[in-house]
C-alpha cells in the first residue's frame, strides 16, 4: 500500500511537474511572441505619450516649424497619402550607408582613406526601416547601462574574446558586462582618471569637453561622465567589431570616425581636452597633420593626453614587442612636433604624457619665424565637413594682450551653459547678438519645460541618447541638461549658420 501511494504521490508530482513546465513553455512562448511582435513596455508609453497630447494647445506659444529650408523631396499636394517604407531585410539591423564594410574595401588602404565616410550613391540608397535586432529589448536605464548591454541588442561577442585580458567587455549569458577597462587601464577607468586629474582641472569644470580618439568601448567617456566631462569618442568601425555600437548602447556619447584623409567635423576650438590611449593613430607621420588637426580643434590652454606606446618606450619595448629604435623615433617625431605647434609639456610619469595648447599666439612668438611652421591659409577655420586635411597650423584668433586667452575666456561648468560665449560676444557669429543668444536660449527653456510638461519620461533615466537634427547653437541640450542624459547636437549642412554650441 505504502507503495502504491508514494508511485501514486510521484504521479501527481510528476504531472504538476509537467503542468508547471507547459505552463511555463506558454509563458514564455507568449512573452517571445509579444516581444518579437515589437509592442512592448516602450509602445504602450509612446501610445500614453501620443494620446495625452492630442491637444496642442496646451502649448500654445511654441512653433514647432523647420528652421531651415531643406528639399525633402517632392511635396505633392493632390496626393496627400503618406509614403509606406516596408522593413529592411533582418540582415540588414546593423547596416550604416557611410561605413558598409564592403563599399569601403573598394577604397585605398593608405591613410586609412577606406575607414572614412563613403556614401552610396543615390540608386543604391535604401527605402525601407533598418529592423531592430532580433529579441531587441529596451536597454537599461544609466547607470546600470554603463555596466551592462542586453545581448540581443547588439549581439557581437569578438571583443570579449580579443580583448579578453583588458576588461573592455564581458559576455555573461543574456548581457554583456562593461567592467571599465581598456587595453591602458585594465584595472578601469577610474584609477586612470585620478591621474588624469591629478594635472587637469577637471573638478573645478574647466575641463568640460573632451574628444577621445581611437575608443574602444569608450570606457573613458563612461567614467568621465561622473567627473562631469562630456566625451566625444570615435573609433573606425573596423576589426573590433562594433566597438562604437556599444558605446551609443551603454549610453555613452560616440561616433564611428577615423583620423584620414579629411578634417574631424567640429569647429575649431571646440575641445577643452584630447585624449589618446593606444589609439593606434601615427601621430608622428604626414607632417604631424594629425596633431595639427587635434590642435585646430583644442581651445587655447586645452590639453593633450597621449598614453600607451611610445611613451616610456625605455622600459616597455620589451613588453610591447617593438624594436627600441623604432619607438624612440616615434616619440621624438611627436615631441617636435608639439614643438612646433607650441605645446607646453606639462607632464610625464608612467605611460603617460600631456601637453598643454598656449593661450594665444602671443606666447609663441617663436614659432613665427620657424621656417617648418606652415600656418593655414583658409580663413573659416570652423569649416570641416568633408574638408581635406591638411599639414598647416590653425592660427590663434587675434588676443588683447599676452595674458589674455586668444578667443576669449569661456566660463567653467556649468555656469558655461548659460553664460553668453566669447565668440558671440565679440560680434565674431554673423547674425547673433548677445541679445538674439539670450532671447534664443530664453526660448529653448520654455521650449524644454513644455516637453517635460507632456512627456514626464524626458528626465527619468528613460532616455540616454538624444539626438537633436538641428541643433543651431545647442539650446535644446543646454535647457536640458541632465546627469541622465546627453544630446547629441547635429548641424545640417544646409543650415545657415554653421556655428553650432560648441562653446557650452
Ligand atoms: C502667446 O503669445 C501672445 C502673442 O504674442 C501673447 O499675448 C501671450 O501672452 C502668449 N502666451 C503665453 C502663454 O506665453
Ligand atoms: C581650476 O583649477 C585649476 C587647477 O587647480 C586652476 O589653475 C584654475 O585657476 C581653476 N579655475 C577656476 C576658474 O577656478
Not at 504531472?15 to 505552463?23: E, K, M, R
Not at 497619402?81 to 550607408?97: A, E, F, G, N, V
Not at 573659416?380 to 592660427?395: H, L
Amino acid at each position: 500500500m505504502a507503495l502504491k501511494s508514494s508511485s501514486a504521490d510521484g504521479r501527481t508530482r510528476s504531472s504538476i511537474q509537467i503542468l508547471i513546465v507547459a505552463g511555463l513553455c506558454c509563458f514564455f512562448y507568449i512573452l517571445g511572441a509579444w516581444q518579437r511582435s515589437g509592442f512592448g513596455k516602450a509602445d504602450i508609453l509612446a501610445e500614453k505619450i501620443i494620446k495625452s497630447t492630442g491637444d496642442c494647445n496646451i502649448i500654445p506659444n511654441l512653433t514647432f516649424e523647420t528652421h531651415h529650408g531643406g528639399d525633402v523631396g517632392p511635396d505633392d499636394d493632390s496626393e496627400s497619402k503618406p509614403k509606406i517604407y516596408q522593413p529592411c531585410h533582418s540582415r540588414l539591423t546593423d547596416y550604416t550607408p557611410c561605413h558598409d564594410q564592403g563599399r569601403a574595401m573598394t577604397f585605398p588602404r593608405e591613410n586609412m582613406i577606406y575607414r572614412e565616410r563613403h556614401c552610396p550613391p543615390q540608386q543604391e540608397k535604401l527605402h525601407c526601416l533598418i529592423p531592430a535586432p532580433k529579441g531587441y529589448v529596451t536597454p537599461f536605464p544609466w547607470p546600470k547601462s554603463r555596466d551592462y548591454v542586453p545581448f540581443a541588442n547588439a549581439p557581437y561577442k569578438s571583443l570579449t574574446v580579443e580583448k579578453a585580458i583588458q576588461n573592455w567587455v564581458q559576455y555573461e549569458g543574456n548581457v554583456f558586462r562593461f567592467p571599465g577597462g581598456g587595453t591602458q587601464f585594465p584595472q578601469g577607468a577610474d584609477k586612470y582618471i585620478d591621474q588624469l586629474a591629478s594635472v587637469l582641472p577637471i573638478a573645478n569644470g574647466t575641463v568640460r569637453t573632451a574628444l577621445d580618439t581611437g575608443c574602444g568601448v569608450a570606457s573613458l567617456g563612461a567614467y568621465l561622465w561622473s567627473r562631469n566631462v562630456i566625451a566625444m569618442s570615435f573609433a573606425p568601425r573596423d576589426s573590433h567589431e562594433a566597438q562604437v555600437q556599444f558605446a551609443l548602447e551603454r549610453g555613452v556619447p560616440a561616433v564611428i570616425g577615423v583620423f584620414g584623409t579629411v578634417k574631424l567635423p567640429y569647429p575649431s576650438r571646440a575641445f577643452d581636452m584630447a585624449h589618446c590611449s593606444r589609439c593606434l593613430i601615427p601621430w608622428g607621420a604626414n607632417d604631424g597633420m594629425y596633431l595639427m588637426e587635434v590642435d585646430r580643434v583644442l581651445r587655447p590652454g586645452g590639453y593633450w593626453v597621449l598614453s600607451g606606446p611610445p611613451i616610456n618606450w625605455k622600459n616597455n619595448y620589451k613588453s610591447w614587442q617593438r624594436p627600441k629604435e623604432e619607438l624612440q623615433e616615434e616619440q621624438r617625431k611627436i615631441e617636435e612636433i608639439a614643438k612646433l605647434l607650441c605645446w607646453d609639456k606639462k607632464y610625464q610619469k608612467g605611460e603617460m604624457a600631456i601637453w598643454q595648447k598656449r593661450l594665444n599666439a602671443d606666447s609663441c612668438r617663436g614659432r613665427q619665424d620657424d621656417s617648418r611652421a606652415t600656418f593655414c591659409k583658409s580663413t573659416d577655420t570652423d569649416d570641416a565637413w568633408y574638408k581635406k586635411m591638411e599639414a598647416c597650423i590653425t592660427p590663434y584668433p587675434d588676443s588683447g594682450s599676452s595674458y589674455e586667452v586668444a578667443g576669449g575666456q569661456l566660463k567653467v561648468f556649468p555656469e558655461r551653459l548659460d553664460a553668453v560665449p566669447p565668440r558671440v560676444a565679440s560680434g565674431s557669429v554673423p547674425g547673433v547678438s548677445v541679445e538674439t543668444y539670450q532671447e534664443y536660449n530664453k526660448e529653448w527653456k520654455k521650449h524644454v519645460h513644455a516637453y517635460k510638461k507632456i512627456n514626464k519620461l524626458i528626465d527619468s533615466g528613460r532616455y540616454r541618447n538624444i539626438m537633436d537634427m538641428n541643433a543651431g547653437m545647442g539650446g535644446f541640450a543646454a535647457a536640458l541638461e541632465s546627469p541622465k542624459l546627453w544630446v547629441m547636437n547635429v548641424v545640417p549642412t544646409i543650415a545657415e549658420k554653421k556655428y553650432t554650441g560648441c562653446d557650452i
